[in-house]
């Protein structure tokens, strides 16, 4: 299958992209690593008059830690956090990246994009909801930083306007009393989440919950932030009741449709499943001091 | 638009139309066969080569993108006209059946060793995890690769 | 007699039968040098892409091309109509049907072609196809043949005269009163109705053709994927009334078939009339989804099956009604006098003398095809069937299942064996194979530690399947393919030096005929199998044959080659006796060479009488040793096996691994053992991907739910299980070298070892059953439905 004709812009330089998306950003679309764009272009879902290729803009691959906080440039593509060490600071993104698509898309999907492209089957907003996670957006007027629920608005839809892009994506490194876990359900390599479940945990010196993140994909209109379970879990000390508890409050918010990878009601049972799975695993790396 | 690229070592150039997918443009333009189209979705992996030495899917990469880097395709295997580890281990170890899936599966597992020169049966496993076969069960390719690996231990260039 | 070891007979350097001879094809595909249909570039090669039905069943009102004959690039539009003209608006199918090759009259199923596009470039095709608008009358879509059954289903095939209701066949086999005597003295009887789901053989390689008709001449080239070139070329002869003389199919390099590439279809059809009218070459490779939503699906049967047990647990008696859901039109791939294939094999290995099988077929709005997906003719639902009621009447009557299979087999004198359905078995030790099996998966430990687990609350599965298959068709009296007989051919060429050429009617899509053939005639002959060359593939330069599927390559080809290298064996004597100046009678041989009896330093070689034969023939013996054999068999061959395999579930998600898959196969002589190997590791992932998670669904509208990869899933090298091998081996006793085929047991016999044991894992909580594909979700329910009580 073959796309549509359209033009083709490579800039090579970051300002030199502002200004074309400033000038006529309603008819061009950003080709980052095109491993969502490109096969909806092939099946002609998409047809974009104009493609944007930033993949030759210099300096937005960087994946770095500075002061508690993980910044993934727009470029970085998914195996370049499975493969980074700086990633691991981060237990919830490293623990998804090797699931994301198969090895090879995830030699060019980036990270950004997929955030970008808000498919609610998508794994990463998933993880930026649960550990809270910002988004750099970028125009010839400047930068603005917005918070990952600020930035999904809805499925297929962000808040990234015609004249700006994503150059950055930012995280928070887990401290020494932190931990953090994706866990999916897949029924083979490359397939999209049956049910995703983000988990983030953060306590406090006296063992309590002091921050706790749960977002859960493919079982709701968008990724979605469970924050009624988030909040139970606050300020209290991690047991495997608590845990059931917040996992049973999350399998009640979603709202998944029975189709070929299971009946609403399996989908349910394993977002109560792998809350809990996710939950305990996160703890396990805060009490194990692991960074 | 022209595109120039350096495949297996040698520059070529075509005049493309943006939309022209990087597969068409190996198969088509630079007459370069060996590399395959099995999907319309970037599932079976068929059409994988090597994009500045790393594994990528030429269905679902433009043309045009490729411009001015560096492709290796399963015909710039060979090396000083001898057969590298990874293609004698195929052959060795009965890893191909129709051959459809050969180029790719033998480039990935290429790669593969780049990083991970010893890799378990599970690492060979998850490496092609984004490629099909259809014929072999797999069995024979991830004793393929394994063995490519340890002949290269022993000297023979992957 | 069964035995566990093969040992060679001839030395490495003459790699006869019973070597793992590396595959001589390989050293084109390892480097990127395979020859496959999108390959070749012809001049002045036109591309076609064809646009189809976006719904399952309406009347069409109107087709307007105009849109897409504006577009620079495009050369022609090709509707039914114009096909018409031609008398090519259909075509006959395999089982004697008829297919629209372009709609005209109403479309009957997602995805049927109704107009294709032939233009200078295959993207501008596309863009083309896309501007074809079509205005239609929808009509109820009928998605299940129990719908289609009804009174009041509308008709899907109006098109044809004396077609009042969707039935398109009814068919029986066995003794229907010795069945219902023995199911009335039965003490039990054990039914299971279920769905061998809609399934797709999916090779890498989709389907095409390029069509090059030169019109000042009328030869017609056609580069086709084709497993059948020289009945596919009687075929086109037929369909479009060209001569059969001028028209030449090649089937080049294959990646991959199962199946897949025995129709023929209508973009075949359309590629070579649009040719024909334009006067270029016309290339068409269809998409994978266009692949997946027309072209050759396979299985769709739905079936009840009752076993009559005795009060000592032997069987007495099958009962099975089957209704198969054939798509719009009625295209099997199977001899004609069978509606149904083989699938009255049900019987499988087990002895008793009643059994009735009923068989019905039905009109859908679906694609067509009922193409034998790497299985001879519907027998892999067969021995799926048998297999998973088998095990469930061991539950029943609270017998390990392996030792109720022992009790009932057919035992080994019994052979040839004629079931009650009439097959004559060959020859089997069913008994071997199954405790071959048992010893390499260590069958009591693991009964013990599934025990074990159970109480620990961990759920185990020890699945059994020990099925017969039955292929090589077949004996031209019972076995034809619209009309033609189902023999296959082989001529041997030896030349002077002493090399060999052995040209072939089959055709190998990655079984590796260019190696074993080679090793039939290294044995018979004594040349090394290095010195001969397989030709097949192309009608000019071969002899007719019905093709490669249903595992009939050795049984059939193989027997042929073996047959006429036995003759020029015979001629060579003659030679040989010339230069030795002995008497024939005097001549022993030994591979590779005649000697004087009692004089073994009196010897000619083969390769001496080869030359002797085109420079010193003896007076009265024609020059030259080549020869051509067809061979009819005299009867099927019947490999068998028993695969064991083991499962882990997880109670909590549904989800099952596979921790052991032990197959022991018996395919009689192993020609070539890693080649065999390599077959039967590809027939158990095949068989993995049904049980677990490949299947082709429709919504109520008739639209395909399984039109790419994303849905039709494929496992990947990280879900498929690893593969544990063993082998007895029962020679075939009517066939030259006493092969049997291999190609699709371990597809035919797998899903049942899968399926009974994730069945096994949950028997002890009253589980009987679960429909393919097992996925987790259904296992968790099974497991929600328990608990709940
Ligand atoms: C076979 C297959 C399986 C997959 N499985 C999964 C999976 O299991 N889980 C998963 O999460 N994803 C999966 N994906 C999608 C994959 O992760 C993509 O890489 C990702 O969704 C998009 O990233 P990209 O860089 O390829 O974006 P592109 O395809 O280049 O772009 C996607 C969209 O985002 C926009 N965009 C991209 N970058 C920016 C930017 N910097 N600023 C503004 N807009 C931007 C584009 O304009 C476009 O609209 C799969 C893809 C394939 C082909
Ligand atoms: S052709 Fe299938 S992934 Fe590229
Ligand atoms: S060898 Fe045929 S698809 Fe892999």
């Known amino acids: 299958m073959y796309p549509a004709k359209f033009d083709y812009l490579a800039p090579e330089s970051l300002d030199e992209t502002l200004s074309i998306l400033a000038d006529r950003g309603d008819e061009v679309k950003i080709l980052a690593g095109g491993q969502s764009l490109i096969p909806m272009m092939k099946l002609r879902f998409a047809t974009p008059p104009t493609l944007l290729d930033i993949n030759r803009i210099p300096g937005l691959d960087g994946l770095t830690r500075t002061n508690g906080t993980l910044s993934i440039g727009a470029l970085v593509r998914h195996n370049d956090v499975v493969k980074s060490d700086v990633a691991k600071a981060n237990h919830t993104v490293v623990s998804a990246a090797p699931w994301i698509a198969d090895p090879i898309v995830r030699n060019l999907g980036t990270l950004a994009g997929s955030l970008a492209h808000h498919d609610p089957e998508g794994d990463w907003a998933s993880v930026m909801l649960a550990c809270d996670g910002k988004v750099v957006l970028t125009s010839s007027t400047g930068e603005r930083v917005v918070p990952i629920t600020e930035f999904l608005v809805d499925m297929f839809s962000t808040s990234c306007q015609p004249n700006e892009m994503v150059t950055e994506v930012r995280v928070k490194a887990h401290s020494d009393r932190g931990g953090g876990n994706y866990q999916k359900l897949e029924r083979k390599v490359g397939d999209y989440a049956t049910v995703g479940v983000a988990t983030c945990l953060e306590l406090a010196d006296d063992g309590t919950v002091a921050g706790a993140g749960i977002a859960l994909t493919s079982v709701y209109a968008f990724n979605l932030k469970v924050t009624e379970a988030e909040s139970l879990l606050k300020g209290e000390t991690p047991s495997e009741e608590l845990f059931k508890e917040a996992a049973r409050v999350a399998s009640q918010a979603c709202d998944p449709a029975s189709d070929s990878r299971g009946s609403a009601d399996y989908k349910r049972h394993i977002v109560d499943i792998y809350t809990q799975r996710g939950l305990a695993e996160s703890l396990a790396i805060a009490q194990g001091g692991q960074s | ?158 | 007699m069964t035995t566990t070891a093969h040992k060679p007979h001839t030395s490495p350097e003459i790699g006869g039968l019973g070597h793992s001879r590396k595959r001589v094809e390989d050293a084109r595909f390892i480097e990127g040098r395979g020859n496959y249909v999108d390959d070749i570039e012809l001049p002045g090669m036109l591309h076609m892409a064809i646009h189809r039905s976006p719904v399952a069943h309406a009347r069409i009102i109107s087709i307007d091309t105009s849109a897409a004959e504006a577009v620079e690039g495009v050369i022609a539009v090709v509707t039914g109509e114009l096909l018409a003209g031609y008398n090519l608006a259909w075509m006959p199918t395999l089982s004697n049907d008829t297919q629209a090759v372009l709609a005209t009259d109403k479309v009957r199923f997602q995805g049927q072609e109704i107009a294709a596009v032939i233009a200078t470039d295959p993207y501008v095709a596309q863009d083309a196809a896309r501007l074809i608008e079509v205005e239609y009358d929808e009509l109820e879509a009928i998605v299940n043949p129990m719908r289609a059954l009804e009174e009041d289903a509308p008709v899907i095939r109006d098109d044809k005269e004396d077609q009042e209701t969707n039935l398109v066949y009814e068919w029986e086999s066995g003794d229907k009163a010795a069945t219902d005597a023995a199911f009335a003295a039965a003490d039990k009887i054990i039914s299971l109705e279920t769905h061998y789901p809609r399934s797709h053989p999916a090779p890498l390689e989709t389907c095409g053709i390029i069509a090059d008709v030169d019109s000042a001449t009328g030869q017609t080239t056609l580069y086709m994927t084709s497993q059948a070139p020289h009945a596919h070329r009687t075929l086109f002869a037929l369909v479009a009334g060209l001569p059969e003389q001028n028209i030449r199919i090649v089937s080049p390099d294959l990646g991959g078939g199962f199946g897949n590439k025995v129709p023929i279809y209508p973009g075949y059809v359309v590629a070579t009339a649009a040719s024909l009218v334009i006067g270029q070459p016309v290339k068409w490779i269809e998409t994978r989804t266009e692949n997946l939503v027309s072209t050759g699906f396979a299985r769709d049967y739905y079936m009840k099956g009752e076993l009559a047990l005795s009060s000592e647990g032997k069987i007495v008696g099958l009962r099975v009604d089957m209704l198969s859901d054939q798509g719009a039109f009625f295209s099997d791939a199977q001899p004609s006098k069978l509606r149904a294939g083989m699938f009255h094999i049900v019987t499988g290995s087990y002895d008793y003398q009643a059994a009735h099988v009923t068989t019905r077929g039905a009109y859908t709005n679906k694609a067509p095809g009922g193409v034998a997906y790497r299985c001879s003719f519907r027998v892999t639902e067969a021995s799926y069937l048998i297999e998973r009621l088998v095990q469930n009447a061991a539950y029943e009557i609270g017998m390990d299942p392996a030792e109720f299979r022992l009790k009932n087999f057919i035992q080994p004198e019994q052979f040839p064996y004629t079931t009650p359905t009439g097959f004559v078995y060959d020859s089997g030790d069913y008994e071997a194979a199954l405790r071959e099996a048992m010893r390499i998966v260590g069958y009591d430990k693991i009964q013990a530690e599934k025990e074990q687990a159970r109480k620990e609350g961990k759920l185990v599965g020890v699945g059994i399947a020990s099925f017969t298959e039955v292929v090589g068709a077949g004996h031209g009296e019972d076995y034809d393919i619209v009309g033609l007989k189902m023999f296959d051919s082989a001529e041997l060429r030896v030349h002077p030096t002493g090399k060999a050429i052995l040209k072939l009617g089959v055709k190998s899509q990655g079984q590796g005929h260019e190696t074993t053939f080679a090793q039939i005639v290294a044995e018979e002959l004594g040349i090394p199998a290095d010195d001969i060359k397989v030709v097949e593939g192309d009608t000019d330069n071969t002899p007719y044959g019905l093709g490669t599927y249903a595992s009939r390559s050795v049984p059939v080809a193989g027997a042929a080659t073996a047959v006429i290298s036995r003759k020029l064996r015979e001629k060579a004597k003659k030679i040989a006796a010339h230069l030795l100046e002995a008497s024939e009678d005097d001549l022993e041989w030994e591979t590779g060479k005649f000697f004087v009896k009692g004089d073994p330093e009196s010897s000619v070689s083969i390769q001496d009488v080869a030359f002797a034969a085109y420079t010193n023939p003896p007076p009265g013996v024609e020059a030259g040793l080549e020869g051509v054999h067809y061979y009819d068999p005299p009867n099927m061959t019947y490999p068998f096996g028993s695969y064991i395999v083991v499962v882990d579930v997880d109670p909590a998600t549904g989800q099952w691994k596979v921790r052991r898959m032990v197959a022991v196969d018996d395919c009689g002589v192993r020609i070539n053992p890693m080649i065999v190997e390599g077959q039967i590791h590809g027939g158990l992932a095949e068989g993995y991907a049904m049980s677990s998670m490949q299947s082709i669904t429709f919504d109520e509208a008739g639209n395909h739910l399984a039109s790419s990869f994303m849905d039709y899933l494929v496992p990947t090298a990280w879900e498929t299980p690893r593969f544990e091998l063993g082998e007895t081996v029962t020679p075939s006793p009517h066939h030259p070298i006493g092969a049997k085929g291999v190609g699709e047991s371990a597809t035919v016999g797998s899903p049942a070892a899968y399926v009974n044991a994730v069945v096994d894992a949950l028997e002890h909580l009253g589980v009987r059953n679960f429909e393919m594909p097992v996925t987790a979700d259904k296992v968790w329910a099974a497991l929600e439905t328990a608990s709940n009580g």
């Open chain 2, 1 to 158: 638009m022209n595109v120039t690229v350096t495949i297996n070592g040698t520059e070529r150039s075509a005049d493309v139309e943006p939309r022209l997918l990087l597969v068409d443009f190996i198969r088509s333009n630079l007459g370069l066969t060996g590399t395959h189209i099995g999907c319309d979705t970037t599932s079976c992996g068929v059409c994988t080569v090597l994009l500045d030495g790393t594994p990528v899917k030429t269905c679902t990469v433009f043309a045009v993108q490729a411009n001015g880097r560096s492709i290796t395709t399963v015909e710039g295997l060979k090396q000083n006209g001898e057969l590298s580890a990874m293609q004698t281990a195929f052959h060795e170890e009965h890893g191909l059946q129709c051959g459809f899936c050969t180029p790719a599966m033998m480039l990935v597992g290429t790669a593969l060793l780049e990083e991970n020169p010893d890799p378990t049966e599970d690492e060979v496993r998850w490496a092609i995890s984004g490629n099909l076969c259809r014929c072999t069960g797999y069995m024979n390719i991830v004793k393929a690769i394994q063995a490519a690996a340890q002949s290269a231990k022993e000297g023979a260039s992957v």
